[in-house]
């Protein structure tokens, strides 16, 4: 059992702990804003290094798998756009799982993003006919080719293309998001945004 001084030591521990919480609370939501402007950027700022970034999928048969993608566009419902071949090796994963993670690094500013949540695959969708119109002339060659990327060949030079347009669009909806800068001007900040309904928990780690 406590006695009344040590209860009342506890108490005013737990109030100053709840002050000072809130007090770091409109911080939070700055790096939860640096976030999404820096995501933002990479889909409008050339060079932007945000504009690529590590996506990993997880194939319940042929286990874990990442590579390089371009983001194409951060949509006002929060969500990222991703490009890519309807039958490429990430296709087939995510149709047998969609749970995936991408990761984006700014080496100017130290910033680490990674976002985790489920990939919606578009294929002949009105979201699919929107981005369809975006790509032209050169863009269409990463679609069109005749076999299926990662099919063994034995001339590089030498891919025949169709005009069938293999072209599929990744939409992925967010769920967790965390944030790591290691350049911060007090210390290094690391926090997580988990997504709760139609709001988000944000909350500083340990970095
Ligand atoms: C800088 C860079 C950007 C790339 N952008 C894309 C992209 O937007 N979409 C895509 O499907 N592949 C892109 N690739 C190719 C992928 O990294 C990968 O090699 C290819 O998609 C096959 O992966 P998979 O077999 O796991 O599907 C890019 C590669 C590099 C180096």
Redesign the pocket.
């Known amino acids: 059992m406590f006695s009344e001084a040590e209860t009342f030591k506890f108490f005013l521990k737990f109030i100053e702990d709840e002050i000072l919480s809130g007090k770091y609370i409109p911080m939070l939501i700055d790096l939860f804003n640096e976030t999404w402007k820096e995501l933002t950027c990479g889909t409008t700022v050339k060079g932007h290094p945000f504009r690529?970034c590590s996506l990993a999928t997880n194939d319940p048969d042929s286990g874990m798998?990442q590579?390089?993608?371009?983001l194409r566009e951060v949509t006002e419902h929060q969500t990222l756009i991703?490009?890519?071949?309807i039958r490429?090796?990430?296709?087939n994963h995510l149709q047998k799982n969609p749970d995936s993670s991408v990761l984006f690094y700014n080496a100017q500013i130290k910033l680490q993003i990674m976002v985790q949540g489920k990939m919606i695959l578009h294929t002949h969708d009105e979201v699919w006919q929107n981005h369809k119109l975006r790509i032209e002339g050169k863009s269409i060659n990463d679609y069109n080719t005749k076999y299926p990327?990662?099919k063994a060949i034995k001339n590089p030079v030498d891919v025949t293309r169709t005009r069938d347009l293999n072209f599929a669009v990744l939409e992925l909806q967010p769920e967790v998001i965390e944030y790591l800068k290691l350049k911060a001007e007090l210390n290094r900040l690391r926090a997580v945004f988990r997504k709760k309904n139609e709001d988000w928990d944000k909350t500083f780690l340990v970095p």
Do not use: Q
């Open positions: 690529t798998r590579r390089l993608v371009i991703f490009y890519t071949d490429s090796g990430k296709m990327p990662g």
